[in-house]
């Protein structure tokens, strides 16, 4: 299984190693995460300031270690499993995780992320 090294990036944005190398700790501390939600992470280290919080994660993104995505939220507080590039992607009209309901977008939420990439996460 691949371990996560976010250290060659944390080396290559100095201004950005303590907040790398807090969400990569974040990270190995939530086992088998493989969607970071922004809100829960900013929440949940709340000694990385949010800007540099914004900042590492772009440089993670950038590197190919994360990928951005927007999932919806249903009506339930269920987390939908689709991932989507852009919100304006996401359909108007959706079915809930069991499929045993549909809903307005607007009566969800629509929740920004992280995508863990572990075929590109560094070894």
Known sequence: MSQINFEPIAEQHAELA???RSIQAWIVRCVGVKFIELKRLARELPAVPSDQLALALDALVFHDQLREVFRVRDPHRDLLPENYDNPTEIPDKLLSRDDQFA???????IIHGFLLEPKRVAI
Request: net charge negative; charged share 30%; hydrophobic share 60%.
């Open 103 to 109: 809903f307005a977008l607007e009566d969800g939420e």
């Open 18 to 20: 303590a907040a790398i």
